[in-house]
């Protein structure tokens, strides 16, 4: 049986705000199956927790001159930003809420 649905794809589509035909539901339930196979096997890999975080593919080899020179900006303070917001607390810009829970 499948751990995914056409009406948890729609519900989802409908937390974000999209609306889906059929057809194109059905291409994202296709896509959260092949991703669920691959994570499946994934996961039948023995050992495969004592394998080290990996953050690229390969080795990433650069020396300190590969980075560029910091600049020396002025820095705005919290309050100068703070100062043109329409809604704010004391501490944050307040902004509408635009995804659903």
């Known amino acids: 049986m499948s751990r995914f649905t ?3 794809v729609n519900e989802l589509a409908d937390k974000l705000l999209f609306d889906l035909s059929e ?3 059905q291409m994202v339930l296709d896509e959260f199956e092949e991703i ?3 994570m499946n096997k994934i996961n039948k890999i023995a050992d495969i927790e004592k ?3 990996m953050t690229h ?3 990433i ?3 300190i001159s590969d980075l560029r020179e910091d600049d020396n900006i002025e820095e705005l ?3 100068d930003v703070l100062q043109n917001a329409g809604h704010k607390n ?3 810009i307040i902004v509408p809420k635009v995804v659903g829970e």
């Open 23 to 25: 057809e194109e539901n």
């Open 36 to 38: 669920d196979r691959n």
């Open 57 to 59: 593919p390969f080795e």
């Open 6 to 8: 056409k009406e948890m």
């Open 77 to 79: 303070s919290q309050e």
């Open 90 to 92: 004391l501490t944050s």
């Open 61 to 63: 080899e650069f020396s």
């Open 51 to 53: 394998v080290d975080v």
